[in-house]
Nanobody, 128 residues
Framework: QVQLVESGGGLVQPGGSLRLSCVTS????????TGWFRQAPGQEREFVAT????????YYADSVKGRFTISRDNAKNAVYLQMNGLKPEDTAVYSCAASLWEYCQDYGCKRAGEYGSWGQGTPVTVSS
């Protein structure tokens, strides 16, 4: 079973930056894919970004492209989400998830149903 723990959330002013971390423990898989999702109060879960552990391929939601950067440190079993130019609409609980589907390595899975393991989430609030 794969365990994921997020950290780094908090309160930030519009235009500010935060870096979220997702650390994986338990059984690890060399070719899994990690995704970031977010969910605002009263809204559905939304795809943010994903990265392949083996290839490093990255994919982003249009709403965050150019502002957010996903990266990985395989030696630390960690995935990071650098968020710059934050907007109030970025306010949400951010969760990371892991997928073992091989095709996600190349095609960047963006659907929640394609991920089997989830962290508990870390809240991000963007407000002045």
């Amino acid at each position: 079973q794969v365990q994921l723990v997020e950290s780094g959330g908090g309160l930030v002013q519009p235009g500010g930056s935060l870096r979220l971390s997702c650390v994986t423990s338990g059984r690890t898989f060399s070719r899994h894919t990690t995704g970031w999702f977010r969910q605002a109060p009263g809204q559905e879960r939304e795809f943010v970004a994903t990265i392949s552990r083996s290839t490093g391929n990255t994919y982003y939601a249009d709403s965050v492209k150019g502002r957010f950067t996903i990266s990985r440190d395989n030696a630390k079993n960690a995935v990071y989400l650098q968020m710059n130019g934050l907007k109030p609409e970025d306010t949400a609980v951010y969760s990371c998830a892991a997928s073992l589907w091989e095709y996600c390595q190349d095609y960047g899975c963006k659907r929640a149903g394609e991920y089997g393991s989830w962290g508990q989430g870390t809240p991000v609030t963007v407000s002045s």
